[in-house]
Nanobody, 124 residues
Framework: QVQLVESGGGLVQTGASLRLSCAFS????????LGWFRQPPGKEQEFVAA????????YYGDAVKGRFTISRDNAKNTVYLQMNSVKPEDTTIYYC?????????????????WGQGTQVTVSP
């Protein structure tokens, strides 16, 4: 059974950096595309970043482009989200997910499995 466990969330100040991790277990990690989403309070789930398993192409939501970086370590079965220059509007719960396909990765419906989320809070 596939499991995803996020970690690394916490309270940081505006402009700081934070790295989220998502540990994957249960199946071969290398055959999955990876994604991060977030859901601000009172809003719909928002695409943050994705990395395709075939070709390693990366995609970012407009709100985080240039500040966040998604990466994967196949040896550790882990996906990361490096968050730089964070802003108060980045405050929310962040979810990692994996998809067995490598297209339309900005859509939550593309993903097969989801983690439970980790809270990120950015103080002004």
């Amino acid at each position: 059974q596939v499991q995803l466990v996020e970690s690394g969330g916490g309270l940081v100040q505006t402009g700081a950096s934070l790295r989220l991790s998502c540990a994957f277990s249960g199946r071969s990690f290398s055959g999955y595309s990876l994604g991060w989403f977030r859901q601000p309070p009172g809003k719909e789930q928002e695409f943050v970043a994705a990395k395709s398993w075939r070709g390693g192409n990366t995609y970012y939501g407009d709100a985080v482009k240039g500040r966040f970086t998604i990466s994967r370590d196949n040896a550790k079965n882990t996906v990361y989200l490096q968050m730089n220059s964070v802003k108060p509007e980045d405050t929310t719960i962040y979810y990692c997910a994996v998809a067995s396909r490598d297209y339309s990765l900005a859509v939550e419906g593309a993903y097969n499995y989801w983690g439970q989320g980790t809270q990120v809070t950015v103080s002004p």
